[in-house]
């Protein structure tokens, strides 16, 4: 059985900086794409960023320049950096990762940003 494990959502001011993590268990094989998607109250559901195995790298363009997504293959863990953080980054983000046809979500973590 797959899991999604996140951590490292919180509150931090305007301009700080956060690190999400999200270790997928349960599965010999390794994600096929692992990624973010974040959901502000009123506001769809939006893909911030992903990564695939070869780590190819995709980011919306609100966050380009800002956030930074990573991978450990040996792991099965996706990391995203977010840096110059903005009262707009606010929302719940969501971990994703797909394992051939199978897609898996995480439980969602947290961010605030202050102003």
């Known amino acids: 059985q797959v899991q999604l494990v996140e951590s490292g959502g919180g509150l931090v001011q305007a301009g700080g900086s956060l690190r999400l993590s999200c270790a997928a268990s349960?599965?010999?094989?390794?994600?096929?794409?692992m990624g973010w998607y974040r959901q502000a109250p009123g506001k769809q559901r939006e893909l911030v960023a992903n990564?695939?195995?070869?780590?190819?790298?995709n980011y919306t363009d609100s966050v380009k320049g800002r956030f930074t997504i990573s991978r450990d293959n040996a792991k099965n863990t996706v990391y995203l950096q977010m840096n110059s953080l903005k009262p707009e980054d606010t929302a719940v983000y969501y971990c994703?990762?797909?394992?051939?046809?199978?897609?898996?979500w995480g439980q969602g973590t947290q961010v605030t940003v202050s102003s």
């Open positions: 994703n990762a797909i394992f051939n046809i199978f897609g898996y």
């Open positions: 349960g599965s010999i094989f390794s994600p096929n794409v």
């Open positions: 990564i695939s195995s070869g780590g190819s790298t």
